[in-house]
């Protein structure tokens, strides 16, 4: 029966249309027909996430984890409200389908990690980055302040150009703790070292490459997408083509780090660095965002897991 409708308003149609020549009338003639586009996005909370669009939609679906979500909403800002209150670190899948006036679809799909209120003051602490199968790359951090270590993030270069992520587990942690990284090999023994009424936590970054050697930057993020929190900058200087940062990766990084404060001046000169010459932090943790902060240590005298001591290498 439907066929036989279908065939007889095909046939209204022609019966309609002129003999000879004819025109061609589009009904979407002056419409925009590209897909919308999502502008920003990000919790506000742990419980309502904001999403953006460049003109106004109809949202027709939501859902977190597959559960569905409040939807059938217009406009172009939408807060929608999650399901759930999600704890700190906590990674959950949101899915957003939105149409335009003319019923064209977009479908997002958001990766969303439940905030943490309590992010401690860190700073990059120590790091080698000229590893060996018997001193493999890892970087330190030290705790300034008490807090706990959800969904905070390390990185071998910007968002856009790291190698790898890592996202921190929950730690609560007291002023003068530390992390200690390992970043491309699985450290073996304890998981905590303590002393000094201090404790040092032990972790695998699960990296498949290793830091970039002699020119990179590590930088530390609050979260994803969220405040830079500390940053080093190392060069051996010897590519001019890149404003002597050795790489584009570690000029752009470096571009990034000046221009939300988190460094200042000329990178850390790298040149003598080896797998048993490190860099490491001032004692203490003393940060001024600038290569003054570091020093480069003797040979066999990296203090990884215990507090830094000042054994300069003078060559």
Known sequence: MRIITI??????????????????YDSFLGQDMTLPKVLSYGLEDNQTFKIVYDRVVYLADAELDGRKLKGNMEGSIFDIRLSRTLSRGERAILSVTAETEIGNTLRSSFIVIGRNED????VINEASIQGTGDAPDRVELLFLEEGNTAGMVLRDGTAEGANHSYYLPQIDVQPGDMLLIYWNAEHTGDDTVSGNGHTTHIADAGSDTTLSGTNGTLI???EENGDIMDGMVYTTGDNPNSDGYGNDRTRDAARLLREEGQWAGEPIDSNLVTSSRVLARLPGGW??????????????KSTFGYPNEYFPYEP
């Not at 065939?7 to 061609?24: E, K, N, Q, T, V």
């Open 119 to 122: 992010i401690p003051h860190t």
């Open 287 to 300: 940060d001024t965002n600038t290569s003054e902060d570091f020093f480069i240590t003797e040979p066999r």
């Open 220 to 222: 530390l993020y609050a």
């Open 7 to 24: 065939l007889a308003m095909i046939l209204l149609i022609l019966s309609g249309c002129p003999y000879g020549p004819g025109r061609i």
